[in-house]
């Protein structure tokens, strides 16, 4: 997969959100200072340029810039800089630069960057970046960097990079790289490479490359995982680093390593650890059987170099005269070629048991059985093969330590494709 088309879905929310942010701070820096209503008290130095207010108190405060502490009812809105304690029952409003600490009842608004303490009840917005410690009902979103903690009740939007820790109930998204720690309720989206964590409980994605470790209920995707990713469903177009999950999707893996039930590759060098694993060279054959144990089956054998993995099914485990049963089962087991046709395998095998109608016959509900087997092979043609096994099983139920049965077993049948 391509990187602009990785980076483009999960980077559009973003932009949606952010866009305004850079445009909020080029118009709040060229234009000239309004004057507007001032209900507060204020202690201010006209002689610097532009005038210094030192403190101010009052309901709604309009001016150029604050060195130390402004509390208001309502809004307090500074033209150029905010240096110290600024308090708004509504709004905090900035024009260039903020430092120190805003606290307002819904909104902070910077129009460059801001470093400090930022809490709000819903929203903290800045053109630049925001340095510190954020804290908001809803979001954060900054038109460029975020290194902190910044913690949102819903998403926290980086135009830029971010870095340090970002936590939010629904997603955190950053532009470019992302440097520190990201949690969120849902969804984790870097537009370029992850180095630290992310945590989730639905999807993390990564533009570029995954460094650090990506963790997630449901999924991990990047282009290029140095790292570690760890999900139900993993994907990488390059892996070199270690997939675990119950399937990871890797395009080229030689150099990365694949542990799952269902590990995928397109690369036929890659290193997979599970039930099944599927890279090019894995030839996908039918198998169809009768034998002692199951009287019939139907079985799916993933055949790799010298080694392979069968799923199945089967019916009437028990014998003939008495009710149908079913049965699942897994083997894993090595080959080997004896000639050019004919090649000798051994295997291991686990049987999970339904007895159906045969629980009120005085067997257990559900049982397990255990199976090694050795069997021979031979190829009639490219697609078309003869095997017979024989074996030993044990049957013992689930809820009790004694052995239902054991027993020789024997199967034969033939080999689709």
């Known amino acids: 997969m391509k990187l602009k088309t ?6 559009l929310s973003a932009l949606l959100f952010a866009i305004s942010l850079p445009a909020y701070s080029q118009s709040a820096q060229h234009k000239k200072l309004k004057k507007r209503a001032n209900l507060a008290l204020n202690i201010t130095n006209k002689k610097e340029q532009p005038p210094r207010t030192y403190f101010n108190i009052g309901f709604a405060s309009n001016y150029p810039s604050l060195s130390g502490m ?57 053109g630049g970046s925001l340095n510190g410690i954020a804290l ?14 910044i913690i949102g009740g819903l998403i926290n939007i980086a135009n830029g990079q971010s870095g340090g820790m970002l936590l939010s109930g629904i997603a955190n998204v950053s532009k470019q790289a992302q440097n520190g720690v990201m949690i969120s309720g849902l969804m984790n989206a870097s537009g ?16 570029e490359a995954n460094n650090g470790v990506q963790l997630a209920a449901l999924g991990n995707i990047n282009t290029l995982n140095r790292g570690l990713q760890l999900g139900i469903c993993n994907f990488s177009a390059k892996n070199k680093g270690a997939q675990i999950g119950i399937t990871n999707l890797s395009g080229e893996g030689k150099k990365g390593l694949q542990f799952g039930f269902v590990n995928l590759s ?3 060098l890659a ?32 055949k790799n170099r010298y080694t392979y993995t069968e799923l199945g099914g089967g019916a009437y ?17 090595i080959y080997y070629p004896l000639l050019s046709r004919l090649e000798i395998s051994a295997d291991a ?17 559900r049982a397990y059985a255990l199976q090694p087997r050795l069997n021979l092979e031979f190829r009639i043609t490219k697609r078309l093969g003869i095997f017979a096994s024989g074996g030993y099983a044990w049957t013992r139920p689930y809820s009790k330590g004694h052995t239902l049965d054991h027993k020789g077993t024997f199967e034969a049948g033939i080999v689709l494709f």
């Open 192 to 207: 370029d490479t992850v180095r630290g964590l992310q945590l989730t409980s639905l999807l993390n994605a990564a533009g």
């Open 70 to 126: 402004g509390i208001n009812v309502i809004s307090s809105t500074t033209h150029y800089h905010s240096k110290g304690f600024q308090l708004a029952g509504f709004v905090n409003i900035t024009g260039i630069h903020a430092g120190g600490v805003q606290l307002s009842g819904i909104a902070n608004v910077t129009g460059r960057n801001s470093n400090g303490v930022v809490l709000s009840g819903l929203m903290n917005v800045n």
């Open 349 to 365: 095998g686990f049987y999970h048991i339904e007895t159906l109608d045969n629980k009120h016959k005085g067997y257990p509900a």
């Open 317 to 333: 485990y028990f014998d003939l005269d008495h009710d149908v049963s079913a049965s699942a089962f897994y083997r894993a087991g």
């Open 266 to 268: 397109a690369d036929s």
């Open 271 to 302: 290193r997979q650890i599970g039930c099944i694993n599927i890279t090019p060279r894995t030839q996908i054959q039918l198998l169809i059987s009768s034998g002692n144990l199951n009287k019939a089956n139907l079985a799916v054998r993933f």
């Open 6 to 11: 990785l980076r483009s879905g999960f980077i």
């Open 136 to 149: 908001s009902g809803i979001g954060n979103m900054t038109g460029k960097n975020t290194h902190g903690l």
